[in-house]
């Protein structure tokens, strides 16, 4: 049994756009699990088109669960094989990603294809398709649940990752990140309590002030 993952994302910005943001979106606050990247291969085609094979190293924690049957020892860095097809003419790129290690805990394998949004020419539009299988006797099926529900949680890091990079190389501000909207919103807070704080204070010294006024 294989868990399956179908979704289309659109990214406000042209296919150029999107192509050269493509090899500059590590590293980026979104995507720290990133360690490597590193191209092993690349070629131009006699019909223009370039081909690249890239090794990425990510960090993958293990559930608790799966780590009580795993030696202390065990890697915990990921291996991932990226393959991607560039088209100019057509204005497409296509990825196909795959974990090279922990593969009997786990395969995860990605195809992604990015072209022009038939909406907005403006736009880029990603179809993206997913693939989680495990060979882990079992336990098969909770392995491609907890698989499945990381891959979608690491798309959204992906696409923000990816709107960020856009947004610097197009000039503009970056978009905050979690961690930094999460702390504005933590002092903002902390400043709104002080301030009720001192208000309470201050109504309260006034009303003190006002009991030991003697009657006229």
């Known amino acids: 049994m294989v868990k399956y993952f179908l979704g289309q994302s659109v990214l406000r910005s042209s296919w ?8 500059q979106r590590y590293p980026n606050p979104y995507s720290k699990h990133v360690l490597t990247e590193d191209i092993v291969h690349r070629e131009v085609t006699p019909d223009q088109k370039l081909l690249s094979r890239r090794l990425l190293t990510k960090t993958n924690r293990m559930p608790r669960w799966a780590e009580r049957l795993f030696p202390a020892n065990v890697a915990h860095s990921v291996y991932i094989l990226e ?8 204005q497409t ?29 403006g736009w880029t539009e990603i179809r993206r398709e997913a693939w989680v299988s495990s060979s882990l006797f079992g336990v098969s099926r909770a392995v491609q649940e907890f698989g499945l529900a990381r891959f979608k949680s690491n798309v959204t890091k992906t696409m923000k990752g990816f709107e ?6 197009q000039g503009e501000a970056p978009s905050k990140t ?9 002092e903002k807070a902390r400043e709104t309590a002080l301030a009720a704080a001192e208000k309470a204070t201050d109504l309260a010294s006034k009303a003190a002030t006002k ?3 003697p009657l006229v």
């Open 93 to 121: 790129m296509t990825t196909f990603t795959w974990n090279i290690n922990h593969a009997r805990l786990m395969v995860v394998e990605e195809r992604c294809v990015y072209c022009v949004n038939s909406d907005n020419s």
């Open 211 to 213: 009991q030991t006024q």
């Open 178 to 186: 979690l961690v930094e909207t999460a702390k504005e919103a933590k």
């Open 16 to 23: 150029d756009q999107v192509f050269a943001a493509f090899w």
């Open 83 to 90: 393959d991607s097809i560039v088209d100019p003419q057509n």
């Open 164 to 169: 960020y990079i856009l947004a610097k190389l």
